[in-house]
């Protein structure tokens, strides 16, 4: 058992839906996203997702592709992510996953590449450009060392796809919640709920909805229905908005922590 299959575990066991909050490795820079990282399990965040800077970030809606662009000025590579997140280690035990594209770990290369996921304490890895049909090495290797790979189902999956994706998935699902890339939205997909009846009725694995997610009145209603919330775009919006100013970390917790509730 990771360490998120034993945050699932815990939480269902006190009747609680996990908040999975999103930043950039690298945003403004890796010195502050440590510390963000440290912080949001002060604030009881449940698993933190680190995205990798990427050129064509493909599923991420403006705000989280500038993020990545700014990072990648600075030269932010894996080594230095998966350096980060071994240092961090030392003070926390929060469930750590990447969110990449499959270009960086090809380059990389997928067994070195889970080796330094295993080495620096990484949970699982995101990697919404890779199909399962496509990713049966690094789901051996994956396995081999308890690395989830997270999947992804979206409002056009299959009841088919969504058995076999279900069968496959690892740690949680990661629901799409809706047909466009990530960002903050002001409601919510009208067929949503509708959908994780849908899902639920085919898996009981646990099941956490993304894209769009940036309030928390979203959260209470998504949480009726789901395990868990990811909220990206609206946390790495705040980062923007103080990014000059002293005490952004402690100010990102904070409006962390009221979307959590």
Do not use: W
């Amino acid at each position: 058992m990771n360490r998120i299959e034993r945050k699932f575990t815990e939480l269902r066991r006190g009747k609680k839906k996990a908040f999975i909050a999103f930043i950039t490795a690298g945003y403004p820079d890796l010195k502050t996203t440590e510390k963000l990282l440290l912080e949001f399990d002060k604030v009881g965040v449940d698993i933190v997702e680190l995205g990798v800077p990427f050129s064509d970030p493909l599923a991420d809606g403006p705000m989280i592709q500038e993020s990545s662009q700014k990072a990648l000025e600075k030269n932010t590579h894996l080594s230095q992510i998966f350096a980060l997140v071994k240092r961090a280690r030392r003070q926390t035990d929060i469930p750590v996953c990447l969110m990449t594209y499959y270009n960086p770990v090809f380059c990389f290369g997928e067994e070195k590449f889970i080796q330094a996921c295993v080495a620096c304490g990484v949970d699982g890895v995101i990697i919404p450009d890779l199909p399962p049909e496509e990713s049966a090495t690094i789901n051996k290797l994956a396995d081999q060392h308890k690395i989830d790979i997270i999947r992804f189902i979206s409002p056009t999956t299959s009841k088919e796809r969504i058995r076999r994706v279900a069968q496959s998935a690892r740690g949680f699902i990661y629901y799409v919640s809706l047909t466009g890339v990530t960002g903050s939205r002001t409601s919510l997909s009208a067929d949503l709920i509708d959908n994780l009846k849908a899902i639920r009725r085919l898996t009981k694995k646990p099941l956490c909805v993304g894209f769009g997610v940036s309030t928390a009145a979203q959260a209470r209603d998504i949480n009726r229905f789901a395990d868990g919330v990811i909220v990206g775009s609206a946390i790495v919006q705040k980062i923007k908005e103080n990014i000059h100013r002293t005490g952004l970390t402690q100010t990102v917790s904070k409006f962390v922590l009221s979307l959590k509730g």
